[in-house]
Each structure stands twice: as C-alpha cells, then as structure tokens.
C-alpha cells in the first residue's frame, strides 16, 4: 500500500478527491491533505509519504516550487501534478524534478483512478527495479565480480546466502547450473609492466590474458586500477594439473609476445565462490613479494605457511566489531566477544593467530574511538588499557574479561559522544531559528549546507530530539515572535508579518490562526478589550 498526500487550494475539489476515489482498492492510502503549498511541504517531512499529488497553482508555495524543495528531503518520492489547461505547458517547466505524471483538469473520478493504477505501476516497477538482485536483472560479469571480489561481505553468509550467491554467478554464467558443485576457486592478479617499472596492463590486455585462461579452465576476469584480477574455477584435480601451466603461460606469454614484464599473484583454493574475497587478498599479498623486480610469479602458499591467518576472517572480524562499536547494544558485543574467544578456546585459531586479530581489535578500538570522540578521550582511554597489554595474557578468562570491558567502555563512551553532538547539533539548529527566523528565506536546505548535514538527516534528527519537523520549529518561533509584536507594538499586521520572515500577508495571517486559533486582528483587539476591563 503507498501513502499519498493530496494538496489542492480548492477544498471542493480536494475533498471531491479524497471521498470519489477507492483510494485503497487501487493500492494507496490518503494519510493527510493540504491547502496550500506550504502545508503540503510540511507534511511531505513529517509524514514521508511514496506519493505527493499536487495541483500546479497553489498558495504561498506554488507546484513546481514545492517539487523543487520536496526534492531536497524526499528525493525518492513520486509527484504528480494536476494542471489546468493554461498552466500545463507551465507545468512541464518541473520536469527536471523527475514528475511522475501531469494530469488534466477538469478531470473526472474514473479518469484519476486510471491515471493512478498508471502511476502505482509506475511505482511497482521502479520498486522491483531497485529491490531486484544482479542475477534478476542479467548484468554483466564484471558487475557482479567486482563487489564480489573486492569488496567481499561484512560477516560469515548463512548457508542460505551462499545459495543465492551461487544462483546469482549461474545467472551471470559465470557458473553452469548442474555442475556448480563441482568447482574449487582461485584467484590470480596480473600486472603488466614495461622494462622501467610503468605499468602498462590495459583492457586490452585482458583479452589477451583470457585467451590463455580460456585453454585451461573456466574463468571470468575484471580490469580495474591497472590490474586484471582473473576468478579461476576448476576442479581440484584440474588446478593440480593446470594451474601452474596457465600462470606460466601467461608470464611468458607477455615477455616474449609483448616485451614487457608480467607480475602474478596466486591465493589459496577456496571451496565456495562466496570466499574469493579472501582469495584476491591472498593474491595481493602474493604480488608483493614481486617487489620491484616483476617478471615472477608468486604463489602465496609458498611465500606464507598454509592457513596461518585467514586475511579475509581477520577483515571481517574488524568490520564487525566497528560497526559494533558505532551502533551496536551492550549485549551484541558481548556476544561478539564470547564467539570469538569461544574461537580460541576450542582452538578453531590458533593463540597465534588470536594474538594477532586481538591486536587488530585493540587498534580498531582506539581508531574508532579518536574519529568519533577526539584525542583527549582516547588519551585518558589509554591510562587505563595500554595498548602494550592487548595478547592473551594466561588465563584466557581473564583476557575475554579484560577485553569485554576494553570494548564496552569504548562503546559507551562512542554513544554518548553521537548522543552528545546530536545534541550539539539540535541545539545549533534551535538557535539559528532562534536568531535568524525573521529571514523569509531560511529553510532545512539552507541551514542543512550551513552546518555541512544532509536535509534527510537534520530532519529526521529534529523529529527524533523535538518530535517536530524544522518547519514547525521555526513557524512556531515565528507566530511566537509576531504575538509578542501584536501585542507590544502598533506595527500593522503587514509590517509584523514581513519582520518574522513572511513575504505574503494572506499566509502569515492563515499559519497565525493556524497555531493560535486567532486571526491576527482578533488576537490584538480581545488583547486591548482585556487591558480595558
């Protein structure tokens, strides 16, 4: 079901809209209405709506106006625009704010509800478009590779997930449905370079690289920053017989057809197509060992003793607990904590190995720690736990108690310093409306760029510390003020409207009795009939 707001001067026709429509059997929900522009604008940021229907021609704020600023905080959300005959050609000025749909006036109850089911499925198909996974939408190779291979994933898949991840490389044909099984996975690096060190690895190269991949197994490669990252699939008696033939085919391949040197990299084998992440970190470190010599091939089984640290569980590992520390609750990084020295305990990895991650643990902390809260904090954080004292140390009990209390505080103190600039922040924003709402001109864009934040997100942190959207805030400071003008001064209403930031006197006399009850007249006689008795 998608929320829509209606926005009409006319209440005849807007209410005609909301009461002929079957607003819910054509797939949507009216949750508010507006008479003006400005209103809809509000109610665009309070209620986040997937629809705005608004006419063209509208008080204080007009159509196109109001596409503009809904733009700058609901940039995903759809607007149509009813149009009378003379202003359509007009309207079409809004197509730059990506308009959904410009209907006609006068138009009738079955015309919109057809227009509608138009624009739901407008609506439908641009959800599946996003929502639609690569495989779905048969990209290319490359497209599903790349984040495959440099990116990885952010924690361990479930078995489930590994499933689609396999479904998805059928889809790409990088994998034959029937046989995916059957495969292991390696990843090779390659860089070409000339006799001077420059690096000469094109796209063209590429093609070169897969016509020697092609003769030996299945593969599907990727050209990105200057290097060919090559995916490698085979059987485990296949790799055996040809994956030293192919590398060496293709180092030799470059020297003697193209005159340049060649540098390779070449992981571990992987069982499962999910883990190649891992497999081009291998191959990475693999290319190192090359140092400035190139023309070698490197295997990283044999530069580095088998499975000693697994790159892609200790990155992994990382990310999770910094994500942890930002955002995370007391009881999940406990439990984070608890799995991995379970991991120790049972020996899953080896104390080496835990040494080693716990030092990247420690180091992550007081990086995450410094970016969000600053020197000082981490300075008096480091009295406490030294960074010299983060290995097992004995008793492994006492070491996860050490560290379950190294990361909690650290937790703590990241969360009452977001709290805190939240704060910082609103309390900014409170008073820049405080001293600046006589400006007709402010807005949530405008102080947002001020204060270097996105509209989205200083919206949606107004709503959560004040449970009232920017513009209420500041309409509100702005009836406030003229009050007190009304009441103190002899300003004409004209003039009291124009110092709290209201161009248009028909509109600061409709939010005036909006938020007061009152006209502004009324509010200044029943004021001066009050001071006779």
């Not at 897969?210 to 490698?232: F, H, N, W």
């Amino acid at each position: 079901m998608y929320t829509v707001v209606i926005a009409d001067d006319e209440e005849e026709i807007r209410r005609s809209l909301i009461r002929k429509i079957d607003w819910e059997g054509i797939g949507f929900q009216v949750v508010g209405e507006a008479s003006n522009g400005e209103d809809a604008l509000e109610l665009v940021e309070k209620l986040e709506p997937d629809l705005l229907l608004t006419d063209v021609k509208m008080p204080f704020v007009t159509g196109i106006e109001l596409a503009r600023q809904v733009r700058e905080i609901r940039p995903t959300m759809q607007i149509a625009f009813l149009s009378g005959y003379d202003d359509f050609s007009y309207a079409q000025q809004a197509i730059q704010y990506n308009i959904i749909s410009y209907m006609l006036k006068p138009i009738s109850s079955e015309e919109l509800a057809k227009e509608l089911l138009v624009i739901r499925d407008k609506m439908e198909r641009k959800f599946r478009e996003f929502a639609m996974t690569e495989a779905e939408a048969d990209v290319g190779k490359s497209e599903f590779l790349t984040p495959l291979i440099l990116d990885g994933f952010q924690r361990e898949l479930s078995e489930e997930e590994k499933e689609e991840v396999v479904r998805e490389a059928v889809a790409c044909r990088i994998l034959e449905k029937g046989n995916q099984d059957i495969f292991k996975f390696t990843v090779i690096v390659t860089g070409i370079t000339d006799q001077n060190g420059n690096n000469k690895t094109t796209r063209t190269s590429l093609k070169a690289i897969d016509s020697i991949l092609g003769k030996y197994v299945r593969y599907a490669s990727i050209y990105t920053q200057g290097k060919i990252i090559s995916l490698l699939m085979a059987t485990k008696a296949g790799f055996h017989k040809y994956l030293h033939i192919l590398v060496e085919d293709i180092s030799q391949s470059v020297n003697r057809i193209m005159g340049y040197r060649c540098t390779i990299g070449v992981s571990r084998i992987a069982e499962h197509i999910s883990s190649v992440h891992g497999c081009y970190l291998e191959a990475m470190s693999a290319v190192a060992y090359s140092g400035h010599n190139g023309n070698a091939v490197h295997f990283i089984g044999d530069e580095e003793r088998m499975n000693t640290l697994n790159q892609e569980y200790l990155q992994n590992t990382i990310n999770d607990l910094e994500n942890l520390l930002r955002g995370g609750t007391e009881q999940e990084v406990a439990e984070y904590l608890n799995d991995f020295f379970g991991k120790i305990e049972d020996r899953s990895i080896t104390g080496a190995t835990a040494d080693f991650v716990l030092l990247q643990i420690a180091s992550v902390v007081f990086q995450t720690l410094y970016v969000v809260t600053g020197y000082e904090t981490v300075e008096k954080f480091q009295q406490k736990f030294p960074m010299y004292n983060m290995q097992i140390r004995g008793n492994l009990k006492q070491t996860l108690q050490y560290y379950m209390e190294f990361c909690q505080m650290a937790r703590k103190l990241i969360a009452e310093q977001r709290k805190k600039s939240s704060e910082v922040l609103c309390e900014r924003i409170l008073r820049i409306i405080n001293e600046r709402y006589m400006d007709a001109n402010l807005s949530l864009a405008e102080v947002s760029g001020e204060v270097s934040v996105s509209p989205n997100y200083l919206s949606a942190l107004m709503k959560k510390d004040t449970g009232s959207t920017f513009k209420d805030l500041l309409t509100r400071r702005r009836i406030k003020a003229a009050e007190e003008l009304l009441l103190g001064t002899a300003y004409k209403v004209r003039e009291v409207a124009e110092k709290c930031g209201y161009n248009d006197q028909h509109y600061f006399s409709y939010c005036f009795k909006k938020y007061t009850g009152q006209s502004p007249n009324q509010c200044r006689r029943i004021h001066e009939e009050n001071k006779q008795e």
